[in-house]
T-cell receptor
Framework: DAGVTQSPTHLIKTRGQQVTLRCSPK?????VSWYQQALGQGPQFIFQ???????QRGNFPDRFSGHQFPNYSSELNVNALLLGDSALYLC???????????FGPGTRLTVL | KNQVEQSPQSLIILEGKNCTLQ??????????LRWYKQDTGRGPVSLTI?????NTKSNGRYTATLDADTKQSSLHITASQLSDSASYIC???????????????FGKGTKLSVKP
């Protein structure tokens, strides 16, 4: 049983570009949450998707958007990249009714 | 303001020794308190989850405590191993209206280094 997978592992972009990160949830999970973790900081909640709808959102600008597909996989899109967007982006999956989230290995985004 | 504060920021101990990490939280409405272990460059892995009615929970050599009155939690690691070197993150979960779990509020973590 595969756990949460994310792609790509690493990514380098320049300021102003756009990026798409991908996440496949643990088998059977219906809810996907995205987090941004800057170096030396704890993860910050970006948003959560359930039934292809954004269910909750953290304090992130509209440049951050997402999508969930019928197979529960999800994408995180970031437009007009800033240097400050450099971080580890974590995806976590769960059942909506469960307390437990399982995290993927993350995507390391570097913006130059 | 919902927040989670952890101490110490970093800790170095010798292999085989015990240690205790601290967490103070202000999370309201409160659902549960978790501890995660995060290896460098990897996603966090859950160690324990406790609701307000639980005051201790163990997972192998890891034992977490929760004092809901003082809003404090601790993670005790017994007989440390080199593989325990990681960041340990305390997380408070909000309670949504209707009883479902809401957002997670993460601390900045304690970076533990276990030396031989």
């Amino acid at each position: 049983d595969a756990g949460v997978t994310q792609s790509p592992t690493h990514l380098i972009k320049t300021r102003g570009q756009q990026v798409t990160l991908r996440c496949s949830p643990k088998s059977g999970h219906d809810t996907v949450s995205w987090y941004q973790q800057a170096l030396g900081q704890g993860p910050q909640f970006i948003f959560q998707y359930y039934e292809e709808e954004e269910r909750q959102r953290g304090n992130f600008p509209d440049r951050f958007s997402g999508h969930q597909f019928p197979n529960y996989s999800s994408e995180l899109n970031v437009n007009a990249l800033l240097l400050g967007d450099s971080a580890l982006y974590l995806c976590a999956s769960s059942f909506l009714s469960s307390n437990e989230q399982f995290f993927g290995p993350g995507t390391r985004l570097t913006v130059l | 303001k919902n927040q989670v504060e952890q101490s110490p920021q970093s800790l170095i101990i010798l292999e085989g020794k015990n240690c205790t990490l601290q967490c103070n939280y202000t999370v309201s409405p409160f659902s549960n308190l978790r501890w995660y272990k995060q290896d460098t460059g990897r996603g966090p892995v859950s160690l324990t989850i406790m609701t307000f009615s639980e005051n201790t929970k163990s997972n192998g050599r890891y034992t977490a405590t929760l004092d809901a009155d003082t809003k404090q939690s601790s993670l005790h690691i017994t007989a440390s191993q080199l593989s325990d070197s990681a960041s340990y993150i305390c997380v408070g979960a909000l309670l949504n209206y209707g009883g479902s779990q809401g957002n997670l509020i993460f601390g900045k973590g304690t970076k533990l280094s276990v030396k031989p």
